[in-house]
């Protein structure tokens, strides 16, 4: 999955066995950018940390990303 496709902002691909395993890789990947002071990852972060105010809407995000993740092909997760 792409970096865009887990809320982020760039088309950096993640590759991983396990969903679990794929959000960690983004998070990183997120945490790293911000770091960098990349704009648009900051913005992508900043409207994530927003969405975790509302436990309701984060875990129907979490649930329909975990469904995308799901229905990839194995070589392509
Ligand atoms: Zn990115």
Do not use: Y
Not at 6 to 31: K, P, V
Request: with cysteine; glycine share 6%; charged share 30%.
């Amino acid at each position: 999955m792409t970096c865009r496709q887990l809320g982020g902002a760039c088309d950096i691909e993640f590759r991983a066995q396990t969903f679990e395993q794929m959000a960690e890789l983004s998070r990183n990947h997120g945490m790293k950018m911000f770091q960098e002071h990349d704009g648009a990852h900051i913005r992508a972060m900043e409207e994530m940390m927003e969405m975790t105010k509302n436990p309701d809407q984060m875990k129907n995000w979490h649930e329909s990303r975990k469904k995308e993740f799901d229905s990839l092909p194995d070589e392509l997760s």
